[in-house]
């Protein structure tokens, strides 16, 4: 088989190596390349958006497979020009890409289709975007729509902040068209992690998560850049976390995908916040991350090329995907001024000095001819001789990544750190906290261990075994959307980001907006307290009345035997449930107004005949009683929970069972 890889960076340089191992490999190109890429692969300088010069590569070359590197090339209909011409190639068409290559698009689908995300909005004049960034209060982050280079995401701290960005987005124009419509982002605290996962238009198929950094200095100072490296697996990426993941987010997501039309193929990159109410996705990528591709790569035990062409022939189903042991950590070296106008030309030294195992992959060089040998770690791993003696220099922004492997993230990052004190150029800038603080999920939200189910408790810390990384793909043919797109709460969710031990829900709680969600998470917390299994979704009888009555319609076949509706103002959303199902449905008020719910509470209670509502008054104690009204119900004629539910009632303490 013969390969052609679309990039530049040192992603594709990961992906290069990784396919020049696999044995169905013969032949790799690429274009443009880069000196390291070079001595792996023939280098064609044509630009990744030139997808006329492209096709004539793959076509004169006898080109198999094409694996597209860069957002770029996605965003402009590459994979869709390679297929008209009858190309096999990697990676999503142009409207899928738009879950990169369009912030708003991104968020309007989640929304849709229930997929966790914060508050957001788009505006796309300066005065608009100030007044909502003054709504939002700070931290606030504001986001180009379109595509900027890893660069189009801002955390503001303080208004004058928030300002300076809004006249470089909306004023400067420093995007172009990319920053005319702007996502202002709530500010969400938690965890960052990275997932993901292989898709072949119906299934996804998890990978593991990793870490990166995307700001520029140590202790995450300074400007955001396209990632200052990382590393994979974070200990706090357990086998529970992932499998919620792929439940809550990726299986929804490549659901609503397929059902607007454009299924996605190719990798998916969710950028995830773990935050107290569960992983709330950030962002999505459309191709693999940089520096994500070159922690990943190394760990890989499967041969890639397989599992690119499962995606491409629809059969993830049947794939499954194994792992190396150990952790891998990269950090990323940079040239002088990066991320803004970064030094080119200086001379790199210590690159034939790594020891062995150790990988430098090239992201900004170029081959400079010189009477020095430069070959490295890469030509120590090549078979014959080497016929071309090469210098090589920096050629702007991210130059290298240094990536080791180990048993702990402690001895990757020891490793990773040691090989880059071997390597020189004039103004070499990297991070040197990377991989410092690893910690388990228990230690991000104390009491995890109790909630998080026995999945990864034989796993030693910051160790990863081969064989509890073995993954099976999840499918989403034929799943309700309405079923596939929720996002689930489950019992100890206010103390964790993980499920109990599975069981499928059987209560339902519906909010109109995600301004309710801390009233009806004490309904939640009542639920859980009682072990009964629940889901959470926001849908408005009013934005979305479709998918309240679909939701309704099929609530009963799914197994769910009560609804938990909260709503303020004219409150609808309970009335138009009950209309559609024959299921109990508990109304909560919610104060949203000076009558302080009591607008919302008469209108709950007067629901017209045959659409009967039960109700409780406004406020956080009457939500979490209305949790202790649906177990109550349901105790009737389920046994276990009514086990756990008459002691409750046995003891009261003040306004609160106990």
């Not at 997929?115 to 004049?125: A, D, T």
């Not at 998560?209 to 300074?222: C, S």
């Amino acid at each position: 088989m013969r390969v052609l890889i679309v990039g530049g960076g040192a992603r594709e340089h990961a992906l290069a190596w990784k396919l020049h191992r696999s044995p169905q490999v013969s032949a790799v190109y690429a274009a443009p390349g880069n000196a390291g890429i070079s001595l792996l692969a023939h280098t064609i300088p044509t630009p990744v958006d030139d997808l006329a010069g492209l096709i004539e590569i793959a076509k004169s070359n006898a080109i198999d497979l094409t694996v597209v590197g860069p957002e770029g090339p996605l965003a402009a209909g590459i994979v869709d020009v390679f297929q008209e011409a009858g190309l096999a190639i990697f990676g999503p068409t142009r409207a899928a890409a738009r879950i990169e290559s369009s912030k708003v698009w991104a968020k309007e689908l989640m929304a849709r289709h229930g997929i966790s995300i914060g508050r957001w909005v788009r505006v796309g004049e300066a005065e608009e975007a100030r007044r909502r960034v003054h709504e939002f209060g700070l931290p606030v982050v504001l986001k180009a729509d379109g595509l900027a280079a890893g660069k189009g995401a801002v955390v503001c701290q303080t208004s004058d902040e928030a300002d300076e960005t809004i006249d470089d987005f909306l004023v400067r124009r420093v995007h172009g068209e990319s920053g005319s419509n702007v996502v202002i982002e709530e500010f969400l605290e938690g965890t960052e992690v990275s997932v993901f996962a292989l898709c072949d238009g119906q299934h996804a198929l998890p990978l593991i998560g990793a870490r990166d950094y995307k700001p520029v200095a140590d202790d995450d100072r300074g400007p955001n850049t396209g990632g200052m490296g990382g590393y994979a697996p974070p200990r706090y990426a357990t086998p529970a976390l992932m499998e919620r993941v792929t439940r809550d987010i990726l299986e929804p997501t490549v659901a609503a995908m397929a059902a607007e039309g454009a299924p996605y193929v190719g990798v998916l990159y969710a950028g995830l916040m773990l935050t107290r109410e569960g992983p709330r996705v950030l962002e999505f990528n459309c191709r693999w991350g940089d520096p994500e591709a070159e922690l990943i790569m190394p760990l890989l035990r499967t041969d890639l090329v397989e599992l690119m062409q499962a995606c491409i022939d629809g059969r993830l189903q049947d794939t499954k995907v194994e792992w190396n042991d150990g952790v891998s950590c990269g950090v990323v070296l940079a040239a002088h001024g990066y991320p803004s106008a970064s030094a080119k030309g200086e001379k790199i030294t210590g690159l034939d000095d790594l020891e062995n195992g150790v990988m430098a992959f090239h992201g900004g060089t170029r081959l400079l001819q010189s009477p020095s040998q430069q070959g490295g770690w890469l030509r120590r791993s090549l078979q014959g001789p080497v016929v071309q003696d090469t210098g090589i220099v920096a050629d702007g922004g991210r130059i290298l990544t240094v990536v080791a492997t180990g048993t702990t993230v402690a001895e990757a990052r020891a490793r990773a750190y040691a090989n880059v004190d071997r390597i020189k150029f004039d103004g070499m800038q990297y991070r040197t906290d990377l991989g410092a603080v690893d910690p388990a999920l228990e230690e991000i939200w104390p009491g995890m261990a109790s909630t998080a189910g026995t999945a990864d408790r034989t796993r030693e810390p910051e160790s990863v075994s081969a064989v509890q990384r073995t993954v099976e793909p999840a499918s989403t043919a034929g799943v309700d959307l309405a079923v596939s797109a929720t996002t689930q709460t489950q019992p100890g969710m206010e103390d964790a980001i993980i499920p109990a031990p599975k069981a499928a829900p059987i209560v339902a709680i519906i909010m109109g907006s995600e301004s309710d969600r801390p009233i009806m998470d004490e309904t939640t917390k009542a639920l859980d307290t009682l072990g009964v299994p629940s889901e959470t979704h926001v849908m408005s009888a009013h934005r979305t009345p479709d998918r309240v009555r679909q939701f309704a319609k099929g609530a009963e076949e799914r197994g769910l035997r009560v609804i938990i509706a909260g709503a303020g103002g004219a409150a609808h959303l309970p009335g138009v449930i009950s209309a559609h199902t024959t299921l109990p449905v508990i109304g909560v008020p919610i104060a949203g107004s000076s009558m302080m719910g009591l607008d919302s509470l008469l209108s709950i209670g007067q629901m017209p005949g045959g659409v009967p509502v039960a109700t409780v008054v406004a406020g956080g104690w009457s939500a979490r009683n209305g949790g202790y009204f649906a177990a109550a119900l349901i105790a009737l004629a389920d046994v276990d929970v009514g086990v756990r539910h008459s002691p409750r009632r046995g003891h009261v303490r003040g306004w609160e069972i106990s």
